[in-house]
């Protein structure tokens, strides 16, 4: 065997193996942690800080809040849905039970469950995409079925589906 081929060769097998192993830790180390930024608007949410919920997204936010409903585009108007929904709901428990990151998107699943202001226990189970450009939420979509909330409120309580949905421990 000729001894400098093999050095060689292994040498550049250790090189490309270090450089693909430092790539994947490059890639480690700056992805972001989009659970973590919406884990925080969340407390700031349950607290109703809508001021803590504003700084968290782009001034050009576009916020699906739900399936069916025109977008809310830009901080101000999402302001204004915030400052309504606060004075509709109390005891807020929103909570992720699971949740997936593919670069600048965070997909959930939860539930979004508080108590009217009238005293009637809400959840809805949801799932959602959330954009981010840098640390903002840029982009917001909820999908979950207002059906199942407009019959809560009316007083028709948790189904048996939305208990089944519901009963899990959340994320981390």
């Known amino acids: 065997m000729d001894r400098r081929a093999f050095i060689q060769t292994t040498a550049s097998v250790t090189l490309a193996a ?18 973590q930024h919406v884990t925080g608007l969340i407390n700031d949410w349950r607290r109703k ?10 001034d050009d936010i576009a916020w699906h809040t739900h399936v069916g409903s025109p977008t809310v585009n ?3 108007a999402m302001e204004q849905v915030l400052n309504t929904l606060a004075t509709q709901m ?3 428990k929103w909570r992720i ?3 997936a ?16 202001t009238g005293g009637v226990d809400v959840a809805a189970p949801y799932a959602g995409v959330i954009e981010f450009t840098g640390d903002k939420i840029s982009g917001w979509r909820d999908y979950v079925d207002r059906g199942v909330i407009e019959t809560m409120k009316a007083g028709g309580g948790y189904s048996e589906q939305v208990r ?9």
């Not at 990151?101 to 009217?116: A, H």
């Open 18 to 35: 270090a450089a693909a192993g430092a790539e994947a830790t490059r890639r480690r180390t700056v992805m972001p942690n989009n659970f």
């Open 49 to 58: 800080d809508i001021k803590g919920v504003l700084a968290r997204v782009t």
């Open 74 to 76: 830009g901080k101000p």
């Open 90 to 92: 109390n005891d807020v």
């Open 97 to 99: 039970f699971h949740h």
């Open 101 to 116: 990151e593919d670069g600048d998107r965070l997909f959930v699943e939860g539930v979004d469950e508080y108590t009217t």
């Open 164 to 172: 089944e949905l519901i009963g899990r421990a959340p994320a981390a």
